[in-house]
């Protein structure tokens, strides 16, 4: 499926689809005139839309208003995810289903989600060319029909559906809460943000962002993956289950055991980072000030499982955060200090926060 090149509205390339919901992003944030206000909402709709885009072809506007109540059930879905009840439902589905508590919120959510990509699929079955596929649904179309004799080859209607719902999922309330997190130490740290907007004054000026301009913007880079490494987005990662019987650090672990890796410890280990507590873009800067890579930034995990939407998360953060600071300056509301804390579900986001952006 990666022959997808362009697709969606316009039939666009993926850099090309974050850099027109980028602006208009910053529509949405122009109408609130320099005054305070939350921008997760509108930071959410904007990331939904790429993924929209890339999975069923198009965008909706910033006030649909069943489309924010969508997105806001994925939130609440993705903050209880974390929650013991779930952790319960997942060691004991059979007992827990029975059983009232936020387990059958989550339950009921994503059944809405698939329902709502199901009629999707179903709308694209009925005018599809799989020699002209539009997005990701038409691609899978196509290869569910190449592969209809291959029973073990797993391309069914069912998994396409449940595939857009991971997709969805996945790609919305991790990079929303990253954009997030980074505009909130952008305000924290008004210096860090200025240095970041003169490398992108000297390197870009004021065309549109490339993804080929970020190798020559050694601290706008560095400011990135600082972001992700503070963040730590998904900070106990994904529960995984042992196939068959592994030794893994000296230890046994039986087949069937459930692994929850711990990526606090990594982006954190005080051995591997100079001020693993503060956010410091420094981590990932050389003696000469250029960008480069550390052996412990896992915030995308590691492995077979690691998350398949790294690239795209790297394009969104460069390409929306690059217009962003092209188009205003941020800052805290007046007289108010900015906080760090957290709230954590099974992804750590930034508790509310107001900001006040002025256009340059
Ligand atoms: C800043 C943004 C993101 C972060 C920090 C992040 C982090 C992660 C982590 C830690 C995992 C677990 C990997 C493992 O179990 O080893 C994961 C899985 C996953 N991510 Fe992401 N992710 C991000 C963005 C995205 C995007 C944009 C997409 C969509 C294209 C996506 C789709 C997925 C999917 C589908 C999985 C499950 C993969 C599997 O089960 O094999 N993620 N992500």
């Known amino acids: 499926m990666s022959h997808l090149k362009n697709f969606g509205e316009?039939?666009?390339t993926l850099e090309e689809h974050i850099q027109r919901e980028s602006y208009f992003l910053c529509g949405a944030f122009k109408e609130e005139q320099g005054g305070p206000f939350n921008p997760l909402v509108k930071i959410n709709n904007a990331v939904a839309n790429v993924i929209g885009s890339l999975v069923f072809g198009h965008r909706y506007e910033y006030d649909n208003v069943d489309f924010q109540k969508r997105l806001q059930m994925s939130a609440e879905s993705v903050f209880l995810t974390g929650s013991v009840w779930n952790q319960l439902y997942d060691a004991y589905p059979g007992v827990m289903k029975?059983?009232?508590g936020p387990h059958q919120t989550i339950i009921s959510n994503y059944q809405k989600l698939a329902n709502f990509l199901e009629e999707k699929v179903e709308q694209h079955r009925q005018d599809w060319d799989s020699n002209n596929p539009r997005d990701y649904i038409d691609a899978y179309l196509?290869?569910?029909?190449k592969r209809k004799n291959d029973t073990e080859a797993g391309f069914t209607i069912d998994s396409l559906v449940w595939c857009t719902v991971d997709l969805f999922e996945g790609g919305t309330e991790t990079t929303t809460n990253t954009l997030r997190w980074a505009l909130l130490y952008m305000i924290k740290y008004p210096?860090?943000?200025e240095m970041v907007r003169a490398e992108i004054d000297q390197v870009i000026g004021s065309?549109?962002?490339t993804m080929s301009d970020r190798a020559n913007m050694h601290y706008t880079n560095?400011?990135?993956h600082e972001v992700l490494r503070k963040a730590n987005l998904v900070p106990l990662n994904m529960a995984r289950t042992a196939r068959k019987d592994t030794t893994l650090g000296g230890y046994f672990i039986p087949k069937g055991t459930v692994m929850i890796t711990n990526l606090t410890s990594v982006l954190y280990d005080k051995h591997e980072w100079e001020t693993p507590d503060t956010f410091n873009p420094g981590h990932f800067l050389d003696s000469e000030g250029k960008f480069c890579r550390r052996n412990a930034f896992f915030a995308f995990s590691a492995?077979?499982?690691q998350c398949p939407g790294e690239h795209l998360a790297h394009m969104e953060l460069f390409i929306f955060l690059t217009i962003l600071l092209q188009t205003f300056s941020f800052s805290p509301p007046p007289g108010e200090e900015p906080s760090l804390e957290s709230q954590v579900g099974f992804t750590q986001a930034p508790l509310p926060y107001k900001l006040c952006a002025h256009p340059r």
Do not use: N, V, Y
């Open 303 to 305: 492995g077979k499982r």
């Open 222 to 224: 560095a400011f990135f």
């Open 10 to 12: 316009g039939r666009k």
């Open 191 to 193: 210096d860090i943000q």
């Open 98 to 100: 029975w059983l009232p």
């Open 207 to 209: 065309r549109p962002p």
């Open 142 to 145: 196509a290869e569910t029909e």
